[in-house]
């Protein structure tokens, strides 16, 4: 902290180089403003295009001190970037909303969302889920909805969180039905969610009791599917290949992978947002 | 099911705020499945949801290291371990003051879990590894 | 995306300075500046006396406990009440292991909150 500007530090993010760090305490009144302004210019250089807030430790906003960071704010978004708040007590938030600066500054709960909302929206960084779960019929209906909620949390539209939905629950019923039930052999499923595509990895660690019936389901995977009436599993396949843009299968002497892509509907379609 | 057989379900996702009513939906709904009652599981979704919030709030805000929650079930009680890695010094020292005072603000999502939990136990590692582990015994045993 | 939280609102009989909001959801902290929004709204709007219909909230942690205390305690500085009815039995039991029903109003229904107004 510098002697001269008692009410802001500003720092790197290591793995983000383009944003700063700007940690405010105490009563920004109209006294730390020239603070504020002073600590800007000497540290945050144009290199830094985004500037996230942490106001934990703040404990009043004067109207002049929301009047600078508003300028700061514009300055970060003529480089096209922003400068976002993050970690506001709930008193401040009130007086935030109160003041109607809610409506003008994008509010973080934490600096951790705040950090992981910048790699998401502005960066386009892949995010990853892992699931490791008891090899259960049960247990899927959980996962697949969880899945589906991750999906429309993520952007994607109901559409395509319905169908990778519908993705997840026949993978996953199939991992359970071809692999061991055996205490701790869990079925492991691994997201990848991307902006443009979700990849989705369903492990499972194989049964030798059920060598003919993964013989039967790996012919499936490789020929095109025909749905025989009394062959479930079969079924399934197909409404994964259909339903999915890329389709693989790995079995070793542990367990089985599937692998699969699903791009997102506009991608596909060529509609852009 | 016999006392000692566990069911172990993992998720690691990302340390964002966002993620944290799906996953707590997620355990609360395979908790149901477990023959659970709605009433364990409400309390056990609460206690999910208070010890991922505080991992993001106290863990890692200088990369995007992911929270882990580690689910066991048993026929008498559930444990709850939450991971998380790499929170800076000052957020280990908010938090352990977190766990230290009971009425401090800032931990009253811990110090509720505690209030709903026969054990709460929580270590920090040289590598500022968080791990927080709750034993929560099924009623009525 | 937020927990799906909806707020919905209406008018009581002969109070202009009164508003009944049902909670539909879970309250977190994923939804904190949403309520707070639309509570500051009506605030503002010289709506300083509220009762919460908490029949249809399902959920609620510590910092959505934290939004109550804190809106109960913003309509008492404003000469105005926060009043909570309806609350179900998985709610409940949170807020008083927290130690908030002697800080909060609690009604079995909204008709007694709204009584108690009178």
């Known amino acids: 902290m510098n002697d001269d500007a008692p009410n802001i530090e500003i720092t790197d993010i290591p793995s983000m180089p383009e944003v700063c760090l700007v940690r405010l305490n105490g009563d ?225 002497d542990k367990g089985t992978m599937v692998h699969v892509t699903k791009l997102k509907e506009e991608q596909v379609y060529g509609i852009s947002d | 099911m016999k006392a000692e057989t566990a069911y172990r379900m993992t998720v690691s996702f990302p340390g964002e705020l966002d993620y944290i009513p799906l996953v707590r939906k997620l355990v609360s709904d395979v908790l149901l499945v477990l023959h659970f009652s709605p009433k364990f599981t409400f309390r056990s979704e609460f206690i999910v949801d208070e010890l991922c919030n505080n991992a993001v709030t106290y863990g890692s805000s200088t990369d995007r290291s992911p929270v882990e929650l580690l689910c066991e079930t048993y026929s008498d009680r559930v444990e709850f371990t939450v991971k998380d890695q790499g929170g800076s010094s000052e957020n280990i020292k908010r938090l352990r003051q977190a766990i230290a005072e009971e009425s401090s603000g800032k931990g009253a999502g811990l110090e509720l879990v505690r209030l709903l939990a026969e054990k709460v136990t929580c270590t920090i590692d040289e590598n500022n590894l968080t791990q927080i582990h709750v034993v929560r015994t099924r009623e009525g045993l | 995306m937020e927990s799906q939280i909806e707020l919905k609102c209406e008018g009581m009989k002969g109070r202009s300075d009164a508003q009944v909001i049902r909670f539909v959801g879970d309250l977190d902290a994923t939804n904190v500046q949403t309520v707070l929004e639309k509570i500051c709204n009506l605030f503002n709007e010289g709506k300083i006396h509220i009762v919460a219909d908490f029949a249809k909230l399902r959920y609620v942690n510590s910092t959505g406990l934290g939004i109550l205390l804190h809106l109960s305690k913003s309509a008492k500085e404003k000469a105005g009440s926060f009043k909570i009815a309806n609350v179900n039995e998985n709610v409940f039991e949170i807020v008083e292991i927290i130690g908030a029903t002697s800080l909060l109003e609690i009604y079995d229904t909204v008709e007694e909150a709204q009584a108690s107004l009178n």
């Open chain 1, 28 to 252: 920004l009144d109209i006294d730390s403003v020239s603070a504020i302004d002073r600590c800007f210019s000497r540290h945050a250089d144009s290199t830094k295009k985004h500037a996230i807030a942490d106001m934990s430790n703040v404990t009043l906003v004067a109207s002049a001190a929301l009047g600078k960071l508003l300028g700061i704010k514009r300055r970060f978004v003529e480089r096209g970037g922003d400068l976002v708040l993050a970690a506001m007590s709930l008193e401040l938030k009130m007086k935030f909303v109160l003041m109607g600066a809610n409506k003008i500054f994008k509010i973080h709960n934490d600096l951790r969302s705040a950090m992981n909302a910048y790699a998401w929206e502005v960066k386009h960084e892949t995010e990853h889920i892992r699931l490791s779960f008891p090899s259960q019929l049960a247990i899927v209906p959980a996962v697949r909805n969880f899945v589906s909620q991750v999906m429309l949390h993520k952007g994607y539209n109901d559409r395509d969180s319905f169908r990778i939905e519908t993705i997840v629950d026949e993978i996953c019923n199939n991992a359970v039905q071809y692999g061991s039930h055996e205490e701790h052999d869990n079925i492991t499923l691994r997201i990848k969610v991307d902006w443009e595509k979700v990849e989705l990895d369903a492990e499972n660690i194989s049964d030798p009791g059920k060598g003919d019936m993964l013989r039967m389901y790996m012919n499936n995977m490789k020929n095109d599917v025909r749905i025989h009436e009394d062959e479930k599993r079969g079924r399934g396949l197909a409404l994964v290949k259909m339903l999915a843009s890329e389709l693989k299968a790995d079995v070793t």
